[in-house]
């Protein structure tokens, strides 16, 4: 089974910076086959990345996806209000599929 | 348009069983795998099963393998998930997902239905 652990567990930031999010895998990531979601309370998760670094339809160009093998990045180029939510990576690589623990986006 | 509704959740007491249906419309149903997956309250997502096109292949996380049956009735356009020997760690918010035509990522979500299993 791939881990995946990502990093920071919450980061604290105000609207218009930039955030960078890490994902790191237990193992190779076959294929670049990472995606990335975002959910806000009370909510489905939303694709956002998919393939490592395809945005999802309709998703802002100020959301970007990086990395290979075993170490993903999503990056957030100016934080709008409606970002603010948690972010989680998962592995479509290998069964069974699996997720990061997330990263909460907080309002500083 | 896509859309997938779940229903079907509520209390049970542990060991009891529960079945949830995920209804899908705006797409070729029984085109696409699906999946479930779930959310702790609080916790992060956890895949839970697997079913391909015509419903022949499962899949299922070790955590759920021989208590949960994942099956679909593409006649109806909708998905199930039975849950027997059900336990207070499968309390969560159970979603629907779709696969991707073009790869193995999630495109769509259902809403989401929650479980509780307590006495």
């Known amino acids: 089974e791939i881990v995946l652990t990502q990093s920071p567990g919450t980061l604290s930031l105000s609207p218009g910076e930039r955030a960078t999010l890490s994902c790191r895998a237990s193992?190779?990531?076959?294929?670049?086959?990472l995606a990335w979601y975002q959910q806000k309370p009370g909510q489905a998760p939303r694709l956002l990345i998919y393939?490592?670094?395809s945005r999802a339809t309709g998703i802002p160009d100020r959301f970007s996806g990086s990395g290979s093998g075993t170490d993903f990045t999503l990056t957030i180029s100016r934080l709008e209000p409606e970002d603010f939510a948690v972010y989680y990576c998962?592995?479509?690589?290998?069964?069974?599929?699996?997720f990061g623990q997330g990263t909460k986006v907080e309002i500083k | 348009e896509v859309q997938l509704v779940e229903s079907g959740g509520g209390l049970v007491q542990p060991g009891g069983s529960l079945r949830l249906s995920c209804a899908a419309s705006?797409?070729?149903?029984?085109?696409?795998?699906m999946h479930w997956v779930r959310q702790a309250p609080g916790k992060g997502l956890v895949w839970v099963s697997r079913i391909n096109g015509d419903g022949g292949t499962t899949l299922y996380a070790d955590s759920v393998k021989g208590r949960f049956t994942i099956s679909r009735d593409n006649a109806k356009n909708t998905l199930y998930l039975q849950m027997n020997s059900l336990r207070a760690e499968d309390t969560a918010v159970y979603y629907c997902a779709r696969r991707s035509d073009y790869g193995g990522w999630f495109d769509y979500w259902g809403q989401g239905t929650l479980v509780t299993v307590s006495s």
């Open positions: 393939d490592a670094s």
């Open positions: 705006g797409f070729t149903f029984s085109s696409y795998w």
């Open positions: 193992q190779s990531v076959s294929g670049r086959y």
């Open positions: 998962q592995q479509y690589a290998g069964t069974p599929w699996t």
